[in-house]
T-cell receptor
Framework: KQEVTQIPAALSVPEGENLVLNCSFT??????LQWFRQDPGKGLTSLLL?????REQTSGRLNASLDKSSGRSTLYIAASQPGDSATYLC??????????????FGKGTKLTVNP | EAGVAQSPRYKIIEKRQSVAFWCNPI?????LYWYQQILGQGPKLLIQ????????DSQLPKDRFSAERLKGVDSTLKIQPAKLEDSAVYLC??????????????FGAGSRLTVL
């Protein structure tokens, strides 16, 4: 059974700092890995998707890396801004025996960027 | 493009009552998901549809939860009777099928259920 763990559960940083969020998963036979952002009272927004054959993806100030063999991913946020404050969720996709995709989420890291 | 629409946004009921949530996915998205997100937890998949067929409902408490996706478009999720532990946000998501695989998920804003 796939389990996804995110560390830390919460993080508070001053504006402008670079930071790293961590995600680990127990079953390395993943199809892809996604990082999502969730703002209070809202749904999830997909930030980055890394296919299992890829090592990293970049979008603006965000960079996500994937080390499938060790079951780890990191989300790097450069020059953090107060608007980055949100909960960041990691999710991995496995292909089931029936051939469908199964997405398993971590509990998230709540990020607060202080002005 | 319009996003994933969900209603109602908020619902408060007493235990043992019933409730229904509605989801309208992005046009053309073949795959539709219902997730349950309890406060402080990550979303947990309840049921996944591909067109109007169920591909995964292994974590759906079938004694009280039911879901349908008529005509492969809109979907409803029903809880009857509700329990206190059903208090959560119910998220609907949809995705395109590309080369027979679901792609990036787009989530709705969710329906927050409080069971008293």
């Amino acid at each position: 059974k796939q389990e996804v763990t995110q560390i830390p559960a919460a993080l508070s940083v001053p504006e402008g700092e670079n930071l790293v969020l961590n995600c680990s998963f127990t079953d390395s036979a993943i199809y892809n890995l996604q990082w999502f952002r969730q703002d209070p009272g809202k749904g999830l927004t997909s930030l980055l998707l890394i296919q299992s054959s890829q090592r990293e993806q970049t979008s603006g100030r965000l960079n996500a890396s994937l080390d499938k063999s060790s079951g780890r991913s990191t989300l790097y946020i450069a020059a953090s801004q107060p608007g980055d404050s949100a909960t960041y969720l990691c999710a991995v996709t496995n292909i089931t025996q029936g051939g469908s995709e199964k997405l398993v989420f971590g509990k998230g890291t709540k990020l607060t960027v202080n002005p | 493009e319009a996003g994933v629409a969900q209603s109602p946004r908020y619902k408060i009921i007493e235990k043992r009552q019933s409730v229904a949530f509605w989801c309208n996915p992005i046009s053309g998205h073949a795959t539709l998901y219902w997730y349950q997100q309890i406060l402080g937890q990550g979303p947990k998949l309840l049921i996944q549809f591909q067109n109007n067929g169920v591909v995964d409902d292994s974590q759906l408490p079938k004694d009280r939860f039911s879901a349908e996706r008529l005509k492969g478009v809109d979907s409803t999720l029903k809880i009857q009777p509700a329990k206190l532990e059903d208090s959560a946000v119910y998220l609907c998501a949809s995705s395109l099928l590309i080369q027979k695989r679901a792609n990036v998920l787009t989530f709705g804003a969710g329906s927050r259920l409080t069971v008293l």
